[in-house]
């Protein structure tokens, strides 16, 4: 099946700070969601974004398919933005129905 | 949140008891998902749904069985709970079709589950 690999697995921040979270993939994808774990346990869903670039607010998300990346990007981070973010994937065909989350990347944005 | 509820949201059981762990959405979807989340493991799918009585199996399936009886409702069974089952289960609809260009997952707010 696709690995899926997050860089860095913890990051600590100082509020106000940017930041870049990398996913890496190892195959083809026809699906890729960034998610964000909040400390209470609710997976919020951030992009779904299997190519390209998008922007919601301060966060926004690039996938180079070709080279099988993707990067998140956090600007001007609050304690808000603190918990896990996951980055997940599916392939195509049979592969379609389940999405393979990496182990994710644990932010803290400190006051 | 999609529509998406979880029930129990909590629950400690004994080894070898039998559990039942609800999903239920309102906005019918064709595509739902059981997921578990242990630590250092991010989520993993056990079984999945792509209609009523139409199930299959997913990375995780050993232990546990599904039902699909209507289309709000996707049921998980630990027909003999194992500590190895104590985790944190999430149910998960799709937005979309697995099978085309856009399927976008949501996920419900996860029932927490311990076997002692």
């Known amino acids: 099946g696709i690995q899926v690999e997050q860089s860095p697995p913890d990051l600590i921040l100082q509020e106000g700070a940017n930041s870049t979270l990398r996913c890496n993939f190892s195959d083809s994808v026809n699906n890729l969601q960034w998610f964000h774990q909040n400390p209470w346990g609710q997976l919020i869903n951030l992009f779904y974004i299997p190519s390209g670039t998008k922007q919601n607010g301060r966060l926004s998300a690039t996938t180079v398919a070709t080279e099988r990346y993707s990067l998140l990007y956090i600007s001007s981070s609050q304690t808000t933005d603190s918990g896990v973010y996951f980055c997940?994937?599916?392939?195509?065909?049979?592969?379609?129905?389940?999405?393979?989350f990496g182990k994710g990347t644990k932010l803290s944005v400190i006051p | 949140d999609a529509g998406i509820t979880q029930s129990p949201r909590h629950k400690v059981t004994e080894t070898g008891t039998p559990v039942t762990l609800r999903c239920h959405q309102t906005e019918n979807h064709r595509y739902m998902y059981w997921y578990r989340q242990d630590p250092g493991h991010g989520l993993r799918l056990i079984h999945y749904s792509y209609g009523v009585k139409d199930t299959d199996k997913g990375e995780v399936s050993d232990g546990y069985s599904v039902s699909r009886s209507k289309t709000e409702d996707f049921l998980l069974t630990l027909e003999s709970a194992t500590s190895s089952q104590t985790s944190v289960y999430f149910c998960?609809?799709?937005?979309?079709?697995?099978?085309?260009?856009?399927?976008?997952?949501?996920f419900g707010p996860g029932t927490r589950l311990t076997v002692l």
């Open positions: 998960a609809i799709s937005v979309g079709d697995p099978r085309s260009s856009y399927n976008e997952q949501f």
């Open positions: 997940a994937v599916a392939g195509s065909g049979a592969g379609s129905y389940q999405l393979t």
